[in-house]
């Protein structure tokens, strides 16, 4: 009989024995409530909570990383290593087989970190022999794309994805995503990043959608309604997680992790709307808490953020899951608790549902309930969200994947396009004074240390399968043979901390018998390489220029005297105001993902006309922070000595290789009392001769208010495709919503009063036309 199970497991029919287990231990007159697909939800969650244990129902707030992450942890660390990681998991005093045993006692409710369909299915055969046989909710850092699965279809980092200002792409990536993730094993995305960014020091830079606001809310709730559609029942769908609550993007020096200090007005104002959005919009069904202080107040024992705020008075439905660790750090790191234990109180009782990660969470909330310090109905609370996810997800009718399957869902031709369509929409000019695209036969030398590597598919990307990326220099050089171009490499060193003196040299000299270098230049995220890292999680930056020795590899390229074309293969900004003035072309490729080679070679050669736009201002240096479009009023009444007080490319801003003529906007009325909407519609003309996509932008900003406001705000965005000498009529619609703000006294208010309407190709002054529109009625819009 053992032997004929093996051979039913292997061969792929899990359902079929989870179905047999079932039927055994429960004949149908006993069958309980819970394991009914037919019964609502609700009815099952209650049914099985009624046969919980204490003890059962906060394993489900339990999470651990999966058994192989384990293993190579081990195998790979020292203690002392392991203690201080915070990419793989340790225990102390477990093993990866007493994790196993737990899961098989019902002890455990989620894993993170399985990276295999074979993982999955061999965590969810041990959950079925727990006493309840609850299913495993497994989790993964699916940023963009599953990249931590081997072979799956990696698309633009969110940063570039920013750049297309496409919504529609944002929400067919999560789709996409999700579809590979239940192929694999996965049921819940941590993403997407919804941080405002406000300094692009901080190394996540690339997981976020930029710098405003209204842009990351868009491209948030596009993602989340991506992967959970209206309902994330079935197969096919899987949970958002909508992160990091909050404010870590704007910590007091730009490292990941450390305090957050920013008035209340700057919470509401700036990092929450996007928050607000989620719940409101796309009915996020999860939201991770932040590493970091705000105000004096750890977030992940914010009662003020997580329950009153966004749980009862935005009507937040999910759950809350900690961040990496971040329940014990309340006392190892805030030094707000005495022990982890209190640490792990103070958690939960401000509304957390879920630990990542690890043992003694469990017997510490047990502990507090049955001393009567942590209420039974907060436990309670958590579990019950966490159970209803794992129903709506289908999981206790079908926990595993079908090995045989897997191929068919995941890197598909459908997938690869969108992958492509997300690399060659986030393409940004910078400058160019003519080369681009490339003519003739020439002969072109790439290097660099982003050139020829996995770099550009960023952070939370595993090494993927070389037949499934194409590289910036084997997009050149496909291309641009095939064009009639020569095309050589060199190879100066991929670490751009470790490039050598002699490679300097070399370089130069290989380039005197090109007619034109490109230089491949940026940081590296890649967490396969954590010691290179040079961005991406917990590698933040002191410095916004080119790390290691890439300026002086320019410069020696410079010299001898003939055209080079940089290229930036970078999650982050780069600051570097020489390479502006003097390459001939700087192309912003961003981390484009998959298939990033061919669209910065279609770019090149004139194949594609690039249409990205800046999600961020990219200052001069680091000694213009804090930088952003949307400032206040007195942000530069005076002048820096040393600096000037404009950025070296503003937010929005992006080159084609066609122009463009915008109208002055038009209004359908010059007064608004606050009902209905007013249109404003602006004509685009493409006054050159290549047909391209132009991003065109709508600003207002409230010209007296009773409290400082933004001299400019995002108030909307449309891409459109001209051919050449075609116009286009552009319209945006302004609700009371568009020019609503918290007053004194916090009340969501539109206030009467003349608001500037401005459109154009940019944020900059010089970019925008406006128009002003007069509103006529104060409306409290929380009443």
């Not at 660099?448 to 595993?462: E, K």
């Not at 005197?512 to 961005?535: C, M, Y």
């Amino acid at each position: 009989m053992m032997k004929n199970l093996k051979m039913l497991l292997m061969a792929g029919g899990l359902l079929c024995f989870v179905v047999s287990i079932w039927a055994f231990q429960y004949p149908d007159t006993d069958t309980p409530l819970y394991l009914n697909p037919k019964a609502a939800i609700k009815d099952r969650v209650k049914d099985l909570m009624s046969r919980m244990t204490l003890e059962e129902k906060v394993a489900q707030m339990c999470q651990y990383v999966g058994l192989e992450h384990m293993k190579k942890a081990e195998k790979d660390l020292t203690e002392e290593e392991m203690r201080k990681s915070d990419a793989q998991g340790f225990y102390p005093s477990l093993f990866s087989k007493d994790v196993a045993e737990m899961a098989r006692q019902g002890k455990i409710g989620s894993f993170l970190h399985v990276v295999t369909a074979e993982e999955a299915n061999h965590l969810q055969k041990l959950a079925l022999e727990s006493r309840l046989k609850i299913p495993l909710l497994i989790g993964i850092d699916a940023i963009h794309g599953n990249g931590l699965y081997r072979g799956a279809t990696i698309y633009a980092t969110p940063i570039s994805l920013a750049a297309s200002w496409d919504d529609q792409l944002a929400y067919e990536i999560g789709r996409q995503t999700a579809v590979e993730m239940r192929a694999t094993g996965s049921h819940w995305a941590f993403t997407p990043n919804i941080d405002v960014l406000r300094d692009p020091r901080w190394g996540r830079t690339g997981e976020t959608f930029g710098e405003d606001p209204y842009l990351v809310g868009n491209l948030g709730v596009a993602t989340i309604k991506g992967m959970q559609t209206d309902d994330f029942s079935g197969s096919d769908k899987v949970i958002a997680c909508a992160k990091h609550l909050i404010a870590g993007s704007e910590s007091v020096n730009g490292l990941n992790a450390a305090p957050t200090d920013v008035s209340k007005r700057t919470l509401m104002e700036v990092f929450l709307p996007p928050y607000r959005r989620a719940i409101q919009e796309a009915d996020v069904f999860s939201i991770m808490a932040a590493h970091n202080e705000v105000n004096g107040i750890p977030c992940h024992m914010d009662q003020w953020l997580m329950t009153d705020l966004l749980r009862k008075e935005w009507g937040f439905d999910g759950f809350y899951v900690s961040d990496w660790n971040d329940v014990s750090r309340i006392s190892s790191l805030h030094f707000v608790a005495e022990d982890f234990k209190e640490a792990s109180y103070l958690s939960v009782n401000a509304g957390l549902d879920m630990h990542m990660h690890g043992p003694f969470f469990q017997e510490h909330i047990v502990e507090w309930v049955k001393e009567g310090r942590l209420a039974k109905a907060r436990v309670e609370e958590a579990c019950s969200k966490i159970l209803e996810a794992k129903f709506r997800l289908g999981l206790f009718e079908n926990p595993f994947v079908d090995l045989d399957k897997v191929d068919e869902s995941v890197f598909t031709k459908a997938h690869q396009q969108t992958a492509l369509e997300s690399a060659r929409k986030s393409m940004t000019l910078l400058k160019n004074n003519g080369i681009l695209p490339l003519k003739g036969t020439k002969k072109l030398l790439v290097l660099g240390p982003n050139a020829n590597n996995q770099t550009t598919l960023g952070d939370w990307a595993s090494p993927q399968p070389e037949e499934r990326v194409t590289t910036v220099y084997e997009g050149i050089k496909a291309l641009g043979e095939a064009k009639g171009f020569s095309v050589s490499y060199y190879q100066v060193g991929e670490r751009s901390k470790k490039i050598k003196e002699t490679a300097l040299k070399e370089a130069a000299q290989q380039a005197q018998g090109a007619d034109i270098t490109i230089l491949v230049l940026g940081e590296n995220s890649f967490r396969h390489d954590w010691p290179n890292k040079t961005t991406g999680e917990n590698i933040d930056r002191a410095s916004l220029q080119l790390s290691g020795k890439q300026l002086r590899l320019a410069k020696e390229i410079a010299k001898n005297g003939k055209p080079f074309v940089v290229v930036y293969v970078s999650g982050s900004p780069i600051s570097e105001p020489w390479l502006q003035k003097n390459a001939a072309a700087i192309l912003k490729a961003w981390e484009p993902g998959s298939f990033g080679g061919q669209a910065v070679a279609e770019v090149l050669f004139g194949e594609l006309n690039p249409s990205g736009k800046l999600p961020v201002t990219v200052p001069r240096s680091v000694g213009q922070l804090q930088m952003v479009y949307n400032h206040k009023p007195s942000t530069y009444k005076h002048k820096y000595h040393t600096e000037k007080k404009t950025p070296l490319y503003p937010f929005g801003y992006g080159l084609s290789f066609t122009t463009y003529l915008y109208s002055k906007p038009l209004l359908s009325s010059p007064s608004f009392d606050g009902d209905g909407v007013v249109t404003v519609a602006v004509d685009v003309t493409n006054t050159g001769k290549m047909a391209g996509e132009e991003i065109v932008q709508l600003y207002i900003r409230d010209q007296f208010s009773s409290v400082t406001r933004p001299v400019k705000e995002l108030k909307g965005y449309k891409r459109v495709a001209l051919q050449a000498g075609e116009t286009k009529t552009v319209q945006f619609e302004i609700t009371r919503e568009s020019l609503a703000f918290y007053d004194y006294d916090f009340n969501y208010v539109l206030e009467p009063g003349t608001f500037s309407i401005m459109t154009g190709p940019s944020s900059a002054d010089k970019d925008l036309q406006k128009v002003n529109l007069e509103v006529t009625k104060r409306i409290n819009l929380e009443k």
